[in-house]
């Protein structure tokens, strides 16, 4: 297939740009900066995307390529830092900046080129970077400015763009429109790829690697373990179990839930493990987010090592690993800056008895949800929020008890159920309530209170790297909010998070 491949110079919005070229039926594979360049010689490979990143080009240890890149007679789309590498490179001039630039821009379009071609002569783009271009190479012709910076430019010569801005975000509102001139106008690519096919290639994959073995999969009922087990299982049918660890994290009556469903619709063998008492042990005193996802995994890999024990036939743990998790814990092929880590990605231990089967790795929640569709998934479990591995874990920021548990668990009950009742769950991408380890004063039925803090996020997404807070009618909120407090025991306080990504991740922790 035409293939346009993403060097990764540690952004984190790498698998993002990889995104939006898949969406337009072009595969799109990322690898390291490093990556051998006689290996992307090869005749499928349309065009290259340099990433942006966190460096500076003057960085001691900054992700660094060579001049002969750019001889590949390849196009060549380099973004934010990858205009920077490239005009460092042609002996343009870049300048580190004291302070970064981030946020919403004007673009002006100076010169007219393919890659501008269905632009308006001004529009919002995405900023978010440190140095800038302060002097374009003699190589290479300006296209479009902002207030603040050289923000398009071409080489002379070459099919070789660079773009300061970010145009695989959904703030930058002609962005998929400059990344399908570079594929189609620029690259002359072929859109031929598909998820059917992924489906078809994945299953066949499965089936040639784990051979006549057993696989043991994670299960937790939602969204991105539930089409991991449906493709897994019409890959090797019975070869597959399914684990179901209730960690004492879950929603409340999640547990018998996901057992009804699987049993009813699936039809798949899982057996259920009640390790409560297990993991809130083991969280017990522990604060810190990243020790708690660590924990959480640990423990997870206990329970299956256990598990294994008694199933010594088992070789593999499935895992319904999906791009974000990857990319927000560690690029899955180059140097991306970790912002968290991810149970099912980072929190595993050095030595792990088992072999790792991860089929939707590469796929980002709606390519994840389409497939599911089409593996005959039902719509309404499909559709489904998504619910982090770490589960209330990492809804409860600061110690865990057994009793904070439980008042998230009907506080976050009571939300949910107010969005289905309201029609406003489908309208979402993803609903919940924190709790915060900090008491506010308050006043019940004449008497002080001196409870928690509640926090309502519902966030509105496609492709879930980037985020904006939903816009729920206040007369909604209020409801709930009167409800939470009313009814749960623990919390005198509801407050609404109207925090994007960027800058903030959806869930707290």
Not at 202 to 231: C, E
Request: aromatic share 8%.
């Amino acid at each position: 297939m035409d293939t346009i491949i993403v060097l990764d110079f540690g952004s984190q919005y790498n698998q993002l740009i990889a995104r939006r070229v898949r969406e337009l039926g072009v595969y799109s594979e990322i690898v390291p900066f490093y990556h051998d360049l006689e290996e992307l010689r090869q005749p499928h490979i349309k065009g290259i995307i340099l990433s942006g990143g966190p460096n500076s080009v003057y960085d001691e240890h900054a992700p660094h390529v060579t001049r002969d890149l750019f001889d590949l007679d390849v196009p060549i789309l380099g973004i934010c830092y990858g205009m920077q590498i490239t005009q460092y490179l042609f002996d343009g001039v870049v300048t580190p900046s004291d302070k970064r630039e981030y946020g919403k821009s004007e673009l002006t379009i100076t010169t007219a080129s393919p890659l501008s071609e269905g632009l308006p002569d001004t529009s919002t783009v995405w900023m978010s970077h440190g140095d800038h271009v302060e002097a374009l190479s003699s190589s290479f012709e300006l296209l479009g400015t902002t207030p603040s910076s050289l923000a398009m430019a071409k080489h002379k010569t070459k099919d070789i763009y660079t773009l300061q801005f970010h145009p695989e975000v959904t703030h930058t509102d002609y962005g998929k429109q400059i990344l399908r001139n570079f594929v189609f106008s620029v690259c002359h690519a072929v859109a031929s790829w598909s998820l059917d096919d992924y489906i078809d290639q994945t299953t066949a994959l499965i089936r040639d690697k784990v051979g006549d073995d057993l696989v043991i999969l994670a299960l937790s009922g939602g969204v991105d373990s539930s089409v991991a087990a449906t493709l897994i299982h019409k890959a090797i049918g019975d070869q597959l179990t399914c684990v179901f660890v209730d960690t004492g994290l879950l929603r409340k009556d999640e547990g018998d839930k996901v057992m009804a469903t699987y049993r009813d619709h699936f039809h798949i063998h899982v057996i259920r493990i009640n390790a409560k008492d297990q993991f809130l042990s083991a969280l017990n005193g522990v604060s810190d987010p990243e020790e708690k996802r660590k924990i959480i995994g640990r423990e997870f890999i206990r329970v299956f090592e256990q598990f294994k024990a008694d199933h010594k036939d088992a070789k593999y743990l499935a895992q319904g690993t999906i791009y974000p998790d990857v990319i927000e814990s560690v690029s899955i092929k180059g140097p991306s800056e970790t912002i968290k880590s991810h149970h099912n990605v980072g929190g595993l231990p050095e030595e792990v008895d088992f072999e790792l089967l991860e089929p939707l790795r590469e796929l980002f929640k709606d390519e994840v949800r389409k497939v599911g569709l089409a593996l005959g998934i039902p719509k309404h479990m499909i559709m489904r929020h998504p619910f982090p591995g770490p589960g209330l874990g990492i809804r409860i920021l600061g110690a865990i008890s057994e009793r904070k548990v439980a008042i998230l668990q009907e506080a976050d009950a009571i939300f949910i159920e107010e969005l289905y009742a309201q029609d406003y769950y489908d309208e979402v991408s993803q609903a919940f309530v924190v709790l915060l380890p900090v008491k506010s004063v308050g006043v019940m039925g004449d008497k002080r209170t001196y409870e928690y803090v509640a926090v309502i996020r519902s966030a509105d997404t496609v492709d879930f790297m980037t985020a904006t807070f939903s816009r729920l009618p206040f007369e909604f909120l209020d409801h709930v909010a009167s409800r939470i407090i009313n009814e749960v025991r623990g919390i005198n306080r509801v407050v609404y998070d109207i925090t994007s990504k960027p800058p903030g991740t959806i869930e707290w922790e």
